[in-house]
T-cell receptor, first 112, second 106 residues
Framework: SAVISQKPSRDICQRGTSLTIQCQVD?????MFWYRQQPGQSLTLIAT?????????ESGFVIDKFPISRPNLTFSTLTVSNMSPEDSSIYLC?????????FGSGTQLSVL | KNEVEQSPQNLTAQEGEFITINCSYS?????LHWLQQHPGGGIVSLFM???GKKKHGRLIATINIQEKHSSLHITASHPRDSAVYIC????????FGAGTRLTVKP
């Protein structure tokens, strides 16, 4: 089992600013995943973060917009940069452990 | 066409009914996951399948690798089962279905 602490749970931000979301896992994991869930839709993978290497981004997502840090095996951050209203969404982190997926509680982001 | 298709999109049932949610996929996979997302956003992993069938309490998940199809069954459904159920497959990365919104009425 894994417990993921994700912060903040929600935020309201101004256009053009940046927000950093943190995920702390109570187990050491090789890969952490970052997802976006837009209103009424399912999850979309943003990137996969491995400790000690650059994150791997999915099509449509770039490092300049969504920089990711993975300083150790239990922690990762995702920054949403230069935000616009289109970035309003739920952002979630996830890990796989013992044949199960575990998710953070999500960050509800609203951009004005 | 999406790589992971779920049906139905929405499902309303009476308490006690047997529920089936279907998932079809078009990519080669190493595993298929069934997830449950409650209002408020929390996501819980229900099953990971690579073959056959798994059962946990009132939940049963099956997968047919040849037909690229999986089903999630809920027996004796209860209002607390009301949630969005999401099918996800992993070739190398995760691909998600759009989800099935289940409402169980008392």
């Amino acid at each position: 089992s894994a417990v993921i602490s994700q912060k903040p749970s929600r935020d309201i931000c101004q256009r053009g600013t940046s927000l950093t979301i943190q995920c702390q896992v109570d187990s050491q994991v090789t890969m952490m995943f970052w997802y976006r869930q837009q209103p009424g839709q399912s999850l979309t993978l943003i990137a996969t973060a491995n400790q000690g290497s650059e994150a791997t981004y999915e099509s449509g997502f770039v490092i300049d917009k969504f920089p990711i840090s993975r300083p150790n095996l239990t922690f990762s951050t995702l920054t949403v940069s230069n935000m616009s209203p289109e970035d309003s969404s739920i952002y979630l982190c996830s890990v796989g452990l013992a044949e199960k997926l575990f998710f953070g509680s999500g960050t509800q982001l609203s951009v004005l | 066409k999406n790589e992971v298709e779920q049906s139905p999109q929405n499902l309303t049932a009476q308490e006690g009914e047997f529920i089936t949610i279907n998932c079809s996929y078009s990519v080669g996979i190493s595993a298929l996951h069934w997830l449950q997302q409650h209002p408020g956003g929390g996501i819980v992993s229900l099953f990971m399948l690579s073959s056959g069938k798994k059962k946990h309490g009132r939940l049963i998940a099956t997968i047919n690798i040849q037909e690229k199809h999986s089903s999630l069954h809920i027996t004796a459904s209860h209002p607390r089962d009301s949630a969005v159920y999401i099918c996800a497959v992993s070739p190398n990365d995760m691909r998600f279905g759009a989800g099935t919104r289940l409402t169980v009425k008392p």
